[in-house]
């Protein structure tokens, strides 16, 4: 079956601009993560959505950034007002539930890159 | 405040040898722990987890322990295959929160 998708898997823009990254999760899974890597850095959590509860924000790094889940499917990271600190690659996760013990399954990822 | 660290940032071994992976946590909460795997230019996939009340879980080639009184857990992959050569990380989730901690990732790489 198909596994997390991501798109764009490549996104350059330059400071200022607003970007949006789009996460396909695996059908039926009601957990959805966004992480993000920079380079020679671990995975940083960013936002975390289960079902139609209220999403954990806590790891968004500032009001630049937000998310959304429509349908409880798909869903949107928007950068507003891009920095050169936020060049990283953007990682969506799914899960089937949220218990620690379901497996994140991980998309491709979005390289971004703020010139 | 690094709350998962993984002190090594690379790591060569030969074919066929044990490799060793270590990880250190800080978190008390932290009661569920998980590797993953990560090839270039693709996700990180799960490769084996540990619930804090064992200290070993193993799945043929992979082992992991968990010292939970050193705050302490290792990887062990033996014999080491060429294909193991990617970038493994070391994670961790606790109660009230699910999404998972990382650490900075230990890049292996086996030699034929």
């Known amino acids: 079956g198909a596994g997390v998708s991501q798109s764009p898997s490549n996104k350059v823009t330059e400071k200022g601009k607003d970007v949006e990254l789009r996460c396909d999760p695996i059908s039926g899974h009601t957990a959805l993560y966004w992480y993000r890597q920079s380079l020679g850095q671990g995975l940083e959590f960013l936002i975390y959505?289960?079902?139609?509860?209220?999403?954990?924000k806590s790891g968004l790094p500032s009001d630049r950034f937000s998310a959304e889940r429509t349908g409880g499917s798909v869903s949107t990271l928007t950068i507003q007002r891009t920095q050169q600190e936020d060049s990283a690659v953007y990682l969506c996760a799914s899960s089937a539930g949220d218990s620690s013990y379901n497996e994140q399954f991980f998309g491709p990822g979005t390289r971004l890159t703020v010139l | 405040d690094q709350q998962v660290k993984q002190n090594s940032p690379s790591l060569s071994v030969q074919e066929g040898r044990i490799s060793i992976l270590n990880c250190d946590y800080t978190?008390?909460?932290?009661?569920?722990f998980l590797w993953y795997k990560k090839y270039p230019a693709e996700g990180p996939t799960f490769l084996i987890s540990?619930?804090?009340?064992?200290d070993k879980n193993e799945d043929g080639r992979f082992t992991v322990f968990l010292n939970k009184s050193a705050k302490h857990l290792s990887l062990h992959i033996v014999p080491s295959q060429p294909g193991d050569s990617a970038v493994y990380f070391c994670?961790?989730?606790?109660?009230?929160?699910?999404?998972?901690?990382f650490g900075s990732g230990t890049r292996l790489q086996v030699q034929p």
């Open positions: 978190n008390s909460m932290f009661d569920y």
């Open positions: 540990i619930s804090s009340i064992k």
């Open positions: 994670a961790a989730s606790g109660r009230g929160r699910r999404a998972l901690t």
């Open positions: 959505f289960q079902g139609n509860s209220a999403p954990d």
